[in-house]
């Protein structure tokens, strides 16, 4: 079965080189008709899983390790209302021994208002032991060959 991938590379909001859409739901809206500001998150992840398929590391060998959240920073600039198309742009801004630290904006599509930008670090973790887990070569090496210049990469030891 062919994967369909929901976003896009793009060079319309550097450093970003990616981005997804989505519209706003009615279940994503508080009593005021405004996204409820939780609903940011799960447009973000759901970008970063576009991003990874893009880069075909959705499915990455990552052994006995998952990454997990560490920190998630949002901002939020505007209110977006029912039935707004977002686009949200997604790029990988630093890749650390054991972190991966992503960046992300939701703009809305009809007036390119930005809505909303975040900033969010994963950690690669060991489950068994409950460790941090070096970032493996291939994956870092993906990612740089699509960021190029614009990631911060640590050396890995």
Not at 35 to 50: H, K, S, T
Not at 109 to 134: F, G, I, K
């Amino acid at each position: 079965m062919r994967s369909v991938n929901l976003g896009q590379p793009t060079g319309r909001k550097p450093p970003f080189k990616y981005s997804a859409l989505t519209r706003v739901g009615f279940s994503d809206t508080d009593a005021q008709g405004i996204v409820y500001y939780g609903r940011y998150l799960p447009y973000f992840d759901d970008a970063r899983v576009e991003y990874l398929r893009h880069l075909e590391l959705l499915d990455a060998d990552l052994g006995a390790c998952e990454f997990v959240m560490r920190a998630s920073h949002v901002l939020y600039e505007a209110p977006a209302l029912f039935d707004d198309l977002l686009e949200i742009f997604v790029r990988t801004k630093r890749i650390g021994r054991s972190s991966v630290t992503g960046e992300y904006a939701a703009y809305r599509v009809n007036d390119d208002a930005l809505m909303c930008t975040a900033e969010q670090t994963l950690v690669l973790v060991d489950l068994a032991e409950r460790r941090p887990h070096p970032v493996p070569e291939d994956y870092r090496d993906s990612v740089a060959a699509f960021e190029g210049a614009d990631l911060d990469l640590a050396v890995a030891s």
